[in-house]
């Protein structure tokens, strides 16, 4: 991990470095607010052997904190429809 992290900001004006900023404002203002504590783990069947994507995807859910609510969609265990279906959902609800 490095100390100090550096990036840029892709902005050109300072209306946009502004907007830019009250964005990020916002986002970290709703940190709280229910969405930022949702995660959706999404694997694959694995028609063709590559991996164990389930096995993969359980295993980042033990990185999570205590507090994450997690929501597996493994085509495994549920038909492409209802997996899609309640994926879009979820990113439509933030």
């Known amino acids: ?5 550096i ?8 209306e946009e470095l502004l907007a830019y900023v009250q964005k990020v404002a916002a986002c970290e203002a709703a940190a709280g607010a229910g969405w930022s504590d949702r ?3 999404v ?14 995807s359980d295993s980042m859910a033990a990185l999570l904190p205590p507090t994450a609510v997690v929501e597996r969609l493994y085509l ?3 038909p492409a429809a209802v997996v899609r279906q309640r994926l879009v959902a979820g990113i439509g609800e933030g």
């Open 1 to 5: 991990m490095p100390e100090v992290a």
């Open 7 to 14: 990036g840029r900001l892709p902005v050109l004006t300072s």
């Open 39 to 41: 995660v959706f783990l």
């Open 43 to 56: 694997a694959d069947d694995n028609p063709y052997g590559l991996g164990d994507f389930r096995q993969e």
């Open 76 to 78: 495994a265990e549920q």
